[in-house]
């Protein structure tokens, strides 16, 4: 069993970035993390970076299935800042992963705050994993002073699995009820083209269609296996 | 066969929601104040009709509150293009509570403002006491529920306003306005207007702090009633 991804991070109106992916994949391992800074707050964007790096290093070799208490990575998170005297207000991101163990055939994946997670293991449809929110640009998130855990769910698989991680710029565009259709559009088509491009193209690809929707910055990774 | 990703995502821009309830109590007859009303809401509703944004629609719901404790609708939340403004003529009394309690049940409708919306704009003006009870529904409306995430704004004319219940009310403190004349509630609608525009241009509408300084007061302005 092999798997593909494409990956994507595109800038919104803001002046810098705020938004945060990190992809990684050995022999036994993949972690993806798709991280948004909150627009509002003027360092989000290195509080979303923090919170990827850390989330790798911890997944990339912690036992699945994963439980919400085990995951470190928000508390380390919290007392970098606290640590440096900085105010982690100032650093408020949102953060959604997701970890695949090759071998045993798990997946988990956990959401901190409003960035969606779609997944479909084996026949299954797709699941949408989003935090109901009151409104747009109102979310939970790591930053706050009531520290949120990750809202995990666990998954075992047998021969097929696809999952889109993404930042609420792509995911609350997306419309909930071709979401089976997306993910066999987007397998197919990033199929044929050569690993090194898929990428390129789906953020070209992102630019030309969502990212004329909103002013939020965009990112998204898309893993499929074949 | 789809052939782009546009074939798989919602084509339409956000919704930023504006809820208008004003006062048409018996009060509101004396000195020019409802004539002032419905001139400064019609100027107000041409000037949001004149936004232009892609990524944003302004949706606005019409209220007023008079005659026998009632709260009415006088144009249902939708595209701002589409309001046309009723005249209000001034009598009866001043239900605050039951018009809290009715922006309440639409703001948390989320088939008529789901959660891709931006957070809505509340607008109250009003120039007494309220004839029925706010506690309740004050209480709710800014501590329960989607209608704590709003922007709350209010103007409070003349003396006799329940300065109280508007503190209250409103998100911020310099959201509450206080004014004496016509004027006033002119002076007020284009702060009302410059919010909204604010808001429909920041890149964070949701976290955008208004600022009522910028605003002239039109002194030398002639108001046209």
Not at chain 1, 85 to 90: A, F, H, K, P
Not at chain 1, 102 to 130: A, C, L, W, Y
Not at chain 2, 22 to 50: C, H, P, Q, T, Y
Request: glycine share 6%.
């Amino acid at each position: 069993m092999r798997y593909n991804h494409i990956l994507t991070s595109v800038i919104g109106a803001h002046p810098n970035i705020q938004d945060a992916i990190k992809y990684f994949e050995n022999e036994d391992r993949i972690v993806a993390v798709v991280a948004d800074g909150l627009g509002s707050k003027k360092k989000s964007g290195d509080g979303a970076r923090l919170i990827c790096y850390l989330i790798v290093e911890e997944l990339k070799s912690k036992q699945l299935p994963l439980l919400p208490a085990d995951i470190a990575s928000p508390n380390i998170w919290y007392k970098y800042f606290e640590d440096g005297r900085m105010n982690y207000n100032d650093y408020c991101t949102t953060c959604s992963f997701v970890v695949i163990d090759k071998k045993s055939k798990q997946m988990s994946v956990g959401q901190i705050g409003d960035s969606p997670i779609f997944v479909s293991t084996d026949s299954n449809p797709v699941v949408e994993i989003r935090r109901e929110k009151d409104f747009s640009n109102i979310t939970d998130c790591l930053g706050s002073i009531e520290r949120s855990q990750f809202v995990i769910h666990n998954y075992v698989f047998t021969s097929i699995i696809r999952v889109l991680v993404t930042s609420d710029g792509i995911g609350d565009e997306l419309n909930s009820s071709s979401l089976d259709s997306l993910f066999s559009y987007l397998s197919a088509k990033y199929q044929s083209y050569t690993p090194k491009s898929r990428s390129r193209r789906f953020t070209k690809e992102i630019k030309n269609t969502v990212g004329k929707l909103n002013h939020d910055d965009k990112s998204a990774i898309y893993i499929w296996s074949i | 066969m789809p052939v782009s990703l546009n074939d798989f995502i919602i084509q339409k821009a956000r919704q930023l929601p504006v809820i208008v309830a004003v006062d048409r109590s018996g009060s509101m007859s004396k000195d020019g104040k409802i004539e002032a009303l419905n001139l400064a809401i019609k100027n107000f509703i041409n000037s949001l009709k004149e936004e232009k944004s892609d990524k944003i629609d302004i949706q606005v719901a019409l209220y007023s509150f008079g005659g026998k404790d009632e709260v009415t609708c006088e144009c249902e939340l939708g595209p701002v293009a589409s309001v046309e403004c009723k005249e209000y003529s001034a009598y009866g009394r001043t239900p605050l509570g039951s018009t809290l309690n009715t922006i309440k049940q639409l703001i948390e409708d989320r088939a008529k403002i789901p959660s891709r919306s931006y957070a809505p704009t509340v607008v109250i003006i009003t120039d007494g006491e309220s004839t029925d009870d706010t506690t309740k529904a004050l209480t709710t409306f800014i501590r329960e529920g989607r209608s704590s995430k709003a922007f709350r704004i209010a103007m409070a004319i003349g003396d006799d306003a329940d300065i109280n219940f508007l503190k209250s009310f409103v998100s911020e403190p310099e959201y509450l306005v206080t004014g004496e004349s016509a004027a006033d509630i002119k002076k007020f609608f284009k702060f009302v207007t410059m919010s909204v525009s604010q808001r429909a241009h920041s890149l964070t509408p949701d976290s955008v702090r208004l600022s009522i300084q910028n605003i002239s007061t039109d002194d030398d302005e002639e108001l046209i009633l």
